[in-house]
């Protein structure tokens, strides 16, 4: 496993982030997610390949994500060896402050996510999206005293317009505070709106690239028209995906995957990987196999034209994931 710097901290992480959003306690929503036991080995293989780098969020399965999440790496290595985040926002209990990033949500949900996660701090710790109600100001200051705290050791950002982001790391530097290291984004083969304002931005300021759903919820990953389990439970996936404009990028993938004798999701990661500025593409597993395909495709080495290939046929569309 290759290891690299996240944007231009000292912070060393592995090409492939390992995202926990697969495991946790099933529900309506998410009725794919594993628990400790399913999830043992796949954390174990992960950590054996050389992947230290680990992903989650308060709001995944409602905490039990953070809570195996924390549990399995606490079985693995010492705190010190691995490089461990979360994210805060999402609404975590009813009523008044139960979600958001004030002041308030921040500094109580910092404390929560750790009592969870069976820590003392976070190697990278957030924002779930950008919030509309609450000044940057506030949600900076308090970011930056969670790292004073040594809750964190740094701050990222996730998918929001360029312009938001560049807002908040411009309050942050004028008032010397602490400011984002990473960028947690939309990016594939099949959503490369990303392109156009945010990557320029983040390789200009020396931020790190995590994309999420490099492989587009797996339809990168297997043929057209092939549908799992958590494909016909996923909203999100079926209202952006399921275009039929995405048909010919999914076949091209499909026929470079077959000329090198690879599965599909190895060249959709592959490409992903290719992308100037980005660190390290977030990948959801809840099988051996959907782990063996992420730690190969670092090493996959996509041609100029095969690049080319993959990327003529994509359409602009509409944004999505803020």
Known sequence: ???????????????????CMSFGAPNAERPWVLGPEAARPLFRRA?????????????????????????MLRELAPRD??????????????????QGLSRKAILAEIDNSLKRLGTDYVDLYQIHRFDPHVPVEETMEALHDVVRAGKARY???????????????????????????????QLSLLYREEEREMLPLCRDKGVGVIPWSPQARGRLTRPWGTKTRRAETDAVQSANLDRQ???????????????????????????VLSRPG?????????????LED?????????????????????????????
């Not at 996240?6 to 060393?12: D, I």
């Not at 969020?57 to 549990?71: C, D, K, L, R």
């Not at 990222?156 to 947690?184: D, L």
């Not at 980005?278 to 959907?290: D, F, L, N, Q, S």
Request: glycine share 10%; net charge negative; proline share 4%.
């Open 1 to 19: 496993m290759q290891i690299t710097r996240l944007g231009r901290t000292g912070l060393e992480v592995s090409r492939i982030c390992f995202g």
């Open 47 to 71: 950590w054996e390949a050389g992947i230290n780098f680990f992903d989650t969020a308060n709001v995944y399965s409602h905490g039990s994500s953070e809570e195996i999440t924390g549990e």
């Open 81 to 98: 060896a691995y490089v461990l985040a979360t994210k805060v926002n999402g609404r975590m209990h009813p009523g008044p402050n139960g």
């Open 155 to 185: 701050i990222g950002a996730s998918s929001m317009f360029a312009w938001q982001f560049a807002k908040m790391q411009h309050t942050a530097e004028r008032h010397g505070w602490t400011q984002f290291v990473s960028m947690q984004d």
């Open 245 to 271: 404009s995405n048909r010919e990028i999914v076949g091209v993938v499909e026929a470079i995957a077959a000329e090198r004798g690879v599965p599909m999701a190895q060249v959709a990661l592959a490409w």
């Open 278 to 290: 980005v660190t390290a593409p977030i990948v959801g597993m809840t099988k051996p196999e959907h």
């Open 294 to 322: 992420a730690i190969a495709s670092v090493d996959l080495r996509l041609t100029q034209d095969e690049c080319a290939r993959l990327e003529a046929p994509y359409v602009p569309v509409m944004i999505t994931g803020f």
